[in-house]
């Protein structure tokens, strides 16, 4: 009679183990399938630069600027609208995002000439009566 329990307990043993390692085998891929989305999420994102200077170069076939900045040339991808805007030999102001080797315009401002904003800002003056 000893000799039987024992054996049924050795039975049972051997399918709790088991069971337990295939429960194991079967979560491990779901926790691997949850664990790469969080590393996508973590891609790193684009690095905001900003770059004030001269505008070098327009090329409207590529989309891109050329400013030159203090630490040498930066070629900026723009949109339709800003390469219209922007010419040769403007100063402008950039912030952009580097990815993928590729500078890409998020703001673009256009510096005044100190001429034209003393003009706007002050006042004309009344004329005399005689």
Do not use: C, H, R, W
Not at 69 to 91: E, H, R, S, Y
Request: charged share 35%; no cysteine.
């Amino acid at each position: 009679m000893k000799k039987i329990i024992a054996l049924i307990v050795a039975v049972l043993f051997v399918f709790a183990v088991g069971s337990v390692s295939f429960a194991a085998d079967k979560a491990a891929p779901a926790a691997e399938k949850k664990a790469e989305p969080a590393k996508a999420e973590k891609k790193v994102a684009a690095k905001i630069v900003q770059v004030t200077g001269e505008v070098a170069a327009v090329d409207a076939a590529a989309k891109t600027i050329t400013v030159k900045g203090k630490k040498g040339d930066v070629v900026i991808t723009v949109d339709d609208k800003t390469l219209a805007d922007i010419k040769a030999g403007d100063k402008v102001t950039v912030k952009y995002a580097t990815a993928g080797g590729k500078n890409t315009a998020k703001k673009v401002t256009k510096a005044e000439k100190k001429a034209e904003k003393k003009a706007e800002t002050k006042p004309a003056k009344p004329a005399e009566k005689k």
